[in-house]
């Protein structure tokens, strides 16, 4: 029987990372020829991915954030990959991972290999991909705007400081959505369109998205009198205390239009665009994950 075989390609922050290190020398002890890429600069997770391919790999594993696991899942997109992948979750805040319950323990993570790969969605927004999660609105500043230092010590509690200290600046943004069977229009604090369930270091907007229904979950929070605290409420927790007034729709595809620019991160990357598309391409990668995973829909 041939040696089992996969490439970690490895965020840079994470190279002196002692777990990592560990677990990449237990997988090897299993029987695994495992090696290990590490990135640089921009532009590396996608070369790497070529170059894995290109040798043959049919196995790969992103070791970071949601970052990094949309970087290496687009590049696996672009190529057309047969490959699967695999999630070492070494973000802050690790929100794919967490609402997928992928463990977070490195070793852990590296045993999902032995799990057979399963067929996941991926949403599109103008022709750029993400795995997780769309998000719009003061949210979005606030990921965006939340330093790595600030992250480094407080992991994902640093968004909730983040947003604590730029309250002033909180203002909603104006929309049309249209989708299937869904309209809206309106001012609104914050958007989230969601194959998987959570962003910004836990703020749970789409708490019965999943990765394999051929749809995307949509969650706006329209913009109250009191914007204060119910952006406090979102910060704090996700949508409690303000799941009455959230608008919520399942939805193959969604169009929205604005007069201004609208902030959205997907999965960590920072766009502001006045004209969105949202699509979602069905079961478009094979993915390693928990066999009772709360993001897979049971048969």
């Known amino acids: 029987m041939s040696q089992p075989r996969a490439v970690l390609i490895l965020h840079g922050k994470q190279s002196l990372n002692d777990e990592v290190r560990s677990a990449v020398e237990q997988q090897r002890?299993?029987?695994?020829?495992?090696?290990?890429?590490?990135?640089?600069?921009?532009?590396?997770?996608?070369?790497?991915?070529h170059e894995a391919l290109a040798a043959g790999h049919t196995r790969l594993i992103a070791g970071g954030g949601d970052g990094t696991l949309r970087e290496v899942a687009e590049a696996m997109l672009q190529q057309r990959a047969e490959a699967s992948l695999t999630l070492?979750?070494?973000?802050?805040?690790?929100?794919?991972?967490?609402?997928?319950?992928?463990?977070?323990?490195?070793?852990?993570?590296?045993?999902?290999?032995?799990e057979p790969a399963v067929a996941i969605d991926v949403g599109e927004m103008n022709g750029r991909v993400f795995i997780n999660m769309a998000t719009g609105g003061f949210g979005s500043k606030v990921t965006a705007n939340t330093s790595e230092d600030l992250k480094r010590v407080l992991g994902g509690g640093a968004y909730l400081l983040t947003g604590l200290t730029r309250f002033a600046e909180i203002h909603s943004a104006y929309g049309r959505f249209s989708g299937p069977d869904f309209e809206w229009e309106g001012d609104f604090l914050a958007?989230?369109?969601?194959?998987?369930?959570?962003?910004?270091?836990?703020?749970?907007?789409?708490?019965?998205?999943?990765?394999?229904?051929?749809?995307?979950?949509?969650?706006?929070?329209?913009?109250?009198?009191d914007a204060v605290g119910t952006l406090g409420t979102l910060l704090s927790g996700g949508l409690l205390g303000v799941e009455a007034v959230a608008v919520n729709a399942r939805v193959a595809w969604l169009e929205v239009e604005a007069p201004e620019p609208i902030d959205i991160n997907l999965d960590g990357e920072p766009v502001a665009q006045a004209h969105l598309h949202f699509s979602v391409r069905p079961r478009a990668l094979r993915m390693h994950l928990p066999p009772e995973s709360p993001l897979l829909q049971r048969n």
């Open 29 to 49: 002890e299993l029987g695994w020829d495992l090696s290990v890429r590490v990135t640089w600069e921009p532009g590396d997770a996608e070369r790497l991915v």
């Open 88 to 114: 070492m979750p070494l973000g802050t805040a690790n929100d794919f991972a967490r609402a997928a319950g992928i463990p977070l323990q490195p070793f852990e993570a590296l045993a999902l290999l032995d």
């Open 191 to 225: 958007l989230g369109i969601g194959n998987g369930r959570q962003a910004g270091g836990g703020q749970l907007l789409c708490p019965q998205a999943q990765v394999d229904d051929g749809l995307l979950d949509v969650c706006i929070v329209p913009a109250p009198e």
